[in-house]
């Protein structure tokens, strides 16, 4: 079997920085805008509250219950 490398382009890009106190949750926030979510919801106020109810590169970042209740189902 021989090795084998192959170059692929990266899944997230940007010029801009990101910006996220809480050094410990600068991967779920990655990750979800490597997987191309829409929105992240998180009950977690002290790291991600500044974020909370805007959004991150066009990925919306809120609380459960706004995001249930902006949709009527809460």
């Known amino acids: 079997m021989q090795a084998k490398v192959e170059w692929v382009a ?7 920085p990101l910006l996220l106190a809480a050094s410990k949750d ?17 009950l977690d106020k002290a790291d991600f509250g500044p974020l909370l109810g805007t959004t991150v590169y066009g990925m919306a970042v809120s609380m459960p219950r706004d995001f249930l209740v902006q949709y009527g189902l809460g």
């Open 10 to 16: 990266n899944a997230l890009t940007s010029n801009r």
């Open 26 to 42: 600068k991967p779920v926030l990655i990750s979800a805008l490597a997987a191309k979510s829409e929105v992240l919801l998180s």
